[in-house]
């Protein structure tokens, strides 16, 4: 597997936020603390080193009960260690690990974290994936594309997708073009789907020291408990979150989060719903449940599990139960968790070092040999299709397409026109513009035609760079965000060991990943 890099600026699918932020553009300095780089983050440890020795015991705890049922489990005792910090991912528990790019989030994640322990041998850095197993998106995390196909978890499942039981995959795994036992053995012989992705987690990437963490846990809600009555009471993140996204869209940014009065869902097996003050009692949306203060609060004691972070306490949950350095997101995860600076300032939590997920896209032999016979680019393949279509038959035309030259002398001559018209009467200026601009239209319309007819020659060549733009962006979109990672792992058992050593987390390009 060969590199080649793309500036992410110029592919043009990011948002401009996130590649400011990149750029570090000292408009954005407030919202956050440490840019990404492996000399910053010697201030996050320093930041982290007084992390409390209970919630390590705690973490500990949890992660052995969570693997206790799994071969070649970690000692993870070196957690206690005040020297030991985490490195951070996060994601929903998409069935058969989902899209490529999740996969290039967890390698990103590791390989952060080797660099990071390399810079700081007297450190010990843990990679943690964080599985987002109380969220009740079914849809979202139901299918998955292999071999251009879509395959699909029927039904409709309420709560947290984590509670499910995987053995109704069985149906799926049938109808897939080869056995895979990795999923197989994960989600039919495990009783939860966060049993069953961790257990296939643990076989990709636990020789890399990936450690798979599901937050759904008493014991670790119980850290967070402050913060669930703070919100339930005083309803604090909501407006730290509206004020910071004022001052980020005040730069003429898009913020992609926007918080609720209560950003909290109250969660028990197949429910996972809101949470609502109204006159002062609290309400469950979709249900019939409802708390007085007191009931509630004395709720949140009993049952800290039932309280569930949304989208914008998320992160804060995850800062306060891990020992976390740097958080790997996607491109629209960095932006969000900028516009919750004010939420961690509030609470006095240390923020993280926010970073891109490695970007890529995968090129297969037969792929790059179509790129070569077309004469394109790395680059040319992030163009637009029609505007790719128009180069592509304008480089390899023995004529001129164009009819820009002759327009040019078309408008000179209507200009004259024009104004030998208004010298004989003004009122005719607006019949003569008309004729000009209908006229002009049919120039246009004629340039077309010469170019559909140029085309024409082109047939075969342009059906070769529709099915290569096909591979590469699967129904228009890109390829890591649409095609699962088995398309090519099922053909090279060597490709997850051939990305660890092609990408850089701190690398913050396109990765044009050539097969071979």
């Not at 009931?295 to 309280?307: A, C, G, K, Q, V």
Request: hydrophobic share 40%; net charge negative.
């Amino acid at each position: 597997m060969t590199l080649h890099s793309v500036d992410l600026r110029t592919t043009g699918q990011f948002p401009p936020f996130l590649l400011d932020y990149l750029e570090q553009k000292p408009e954005l300095n407030e919202f956050y603390s440490s840019f990404p780089t492996v000399a910053n983050a010697r201030e996050v440890l320093e930041r982290k080193k007084e992390f409390s020795p209970a919630i390590r015991q705690t973490l500990v705890e949890v992660l052995t009960r969570q693997y206790k049922d799994l071969k070649d489990a970690p000692d993870f005792s070196v957690l206690l260690n005040e020297n030991t910090f985490t490195v951070t991912t996060g994601h929903q528990l998409s069935i058969f690990t989902g899209p490529l790019f999740v996969i290039y989030k967890l390698i990103t994640t590791i390989k952060l974290a080797r660099q990071l322990q390399e810079a700081y041998p007297d450190c010990t850095f843990v990679p943690v994936y964080w599985m987002a197993t109380e969220d009740h998106d079914f849809e979202e995390i139901a299918s998955f594309r292999l071999f251009g196909k879509k395959y699909t978890w029927a039904g409709e499942h309420p709560g947290a997708v984590g509670r499910l039981n995987p053995k109704e995959l069985d149906t799926l795994l049938k109808q897939l073009p080869e056995r895979v036992p990795l999923f197989e053995k994960a989600y039919l012989e495990h009783p939860t789907l966060t049993d069953a992705v961790r257990c296939y987690m643990h076989a990709l990437f636990g020789k890399e020291g990936l450690v798979c963490l599901d937050a759904d846990d008493a014991g670790l809600k119980q850290h967070f408990l402050p913060v669930i009555k703070d919100e339930l009471v005083n309803q604090a993140s909501g407006t730290l979150v509206a004020d910071t996204s004022a001052r980020i869209e005040a730069l003429g940014y898009h913020t992609p989060v926007h918080a609720r009065e209560i950003n909290l869902f109250y969660l028990k097996d197949q429910l996972r719903e809101r949470i609502v003050c109204e006159e002062e009692s609290y309400r469950v949306l979709k249900t019939d449940l409802s708390f007085s203060r007191e009931e509630i609060l004395l709720e949140t004691e009993s049952h800290p599990e039932r309280f569930s972070p949304n989208v914008v306490l998320r992160p804060l949950y995850e800062e306060i139960i891990l020992p976390n350095l740097a958080y790997v997101g996607g491109p629209s995860e960095v932006p969000y968790w900028m516009q919750l600076k004010g939420v961690f300032d509030h609470y006095q939590v240390s923020f993280p070092m926010l970073l891109p997920r490695n970007f890529a896209l995968y090129i297969t032999t037969a792929s790059c040999k179509r790129m070569e016979k077309l004469g394109l680019n790395y680059q040319d393949l992030f163009t637009n299709r029609i505007a790719l279509r128009k180069q592509y038959v304008e480089r390899h035309s023995e004529h001129t397409l164009s009819l820009g030259s002759e327009k040019e002398a078309f408008d000179e001559v209507l200009q004259q026109m024009v104004a030998k018209a208004v010298a004989v009467d003004q009122t005719m200026e607006g019949a003569v513009l008309a004729e000009r601009a209908r006229l002009y239209k049919s120039l246009e319309h004629l340039e077309k035609r010469i170019r559909k007819a140029e085309e024409r020659k082109h047939e075969t060549e342009l059906n070769q760079l529709q099915n290569l733009l096909d591979t590469c962006f699967p129904n228009g979109t890109p390829q890591e965000r649409s095609d699962n990672f088995l398309n090519f792992y099922l053909n090279n058992r060597n490709f997850l060991k051939e990305l660890f050593e092609a990408l850089d987390p701190l690398d913050f390009k396109f990765n044009v990943l050539v097969e071979g």
